[in-house]
């Protein structure tokens, strides 16, 4: 079974450009997250789905942060304009939604932004 | 809101030693879980191992387990009989439900 994939692994832009984050999650989980980590600092939370749906954003940080999930599979964060201090890594992470409040989260090997 | 602190940020064993690895949480939530991930260099995240709130037995996984002190907002893991293969950042994180809170993370180097 293919586990959580994101596009690209790296990715360097200019200070007001725009990038686009993939993630595909893995088949057949509703919930898909997405989380930052800034240099040195510790991993954040951004938001989930649950299938299509937004179920919590309360991490994004600003309106330049966009995150899409059509039709409940792949997700896409976009980010417009960057900023400098959005560099990092960000993570996607995937689970089976259950009737149980535990769903073991399975993450991606994160994107590496580096905005110039 | 929940807060993770892992005060370590890096740490080194000799291989076949123990080691063990701190993290503290605050939490107003009377149900949720805390686990211990693994990064390993250029690789994707790995949970390790989970411990339920409501479970007073500490959770183990083969050479790794954990020292869970609800009263004191403590969850250390300990690896035992380290091996190369252990060298990574290791999240400590909480969850009440969905959304994972993490700390900073500990550098963890194994020495032949």
């Known amino acids: 079974e293919a586990g959580v994939t994101q596009f690209p692994s790296h990715s360097v832009i200019e200070k007001g450009q725009t990038v686009t984050l993939r993630c595909d999650p893995i088949?057949?989980?509703?919930?898909l997250y997405w989380y930052r980590r800034v240099m040195g600092k510790e991993i954040k939370f951004l938001l989930h789905?649950?299938?299509?749906?937004?179920?919590?954003e309360s991490g994004m940080p600003n309106n330049r942060f966009l995150a899409e999930r059509t039709g409940g599979t792949y997700s896409t964060l976009k980010v417009q304009p960057a900023e400098l201090e959005d560099s990092g890594v960000y993570f996607c992470?995937?689970?089976?939604?259950?009737?149980?409040?535990?769903?073991?989260?399975?993450f991606g090997p994160g994107t590496r932004l580096t905005v110039l | 809101a929940q807060t993770v602190t892992q005060s370590q940020p890096e740490m080194s064993v000799q291989e076949a030693e123990t080691v063990t690895l701190s993290c503290t949480y605050d939490?107003?939530?009377?149900?949720?879980?805390l686990f211990w991930y693994k990064q390993p260099p250029s690789r994707q995240m790995i949970l390790v191992i989970r411990?339920?709130?409501?479970?007073?037995q500490n959770a183990t996984e083969n050479r790794f387990s954990v020292n869970f002190q609800k009263a004191a907002k403590s969850f250390s893991l300990k690896i035992s009989d380290s091996q190369l293969g252990d060298a990574a950042m290791y999240f400590c994180?909480?969850?009440?439900?969905?959304?994972?809170?993490f700390g900073q993370g500990t550098i963890l180097t194994v020495h032949p």
């Open positions: 992470a995937s689970s089976q939604r259950t009737g149980s409040s535990y769903n073991e989260q399975f």
């Open positions: 088949s057949g989980h509703d919930n």
């Open positions: 789905f649950v299938k299509e749906s937004k179920q919590d």
């Open positions: 939490t107003s939530e009377s149900d949720y879980y």
């Open positions: 411990q339920e709130a409501y479970k007073q």
């Open positions: 994180a909480s969850q009440p439900y969905g959304k994972l809170t």
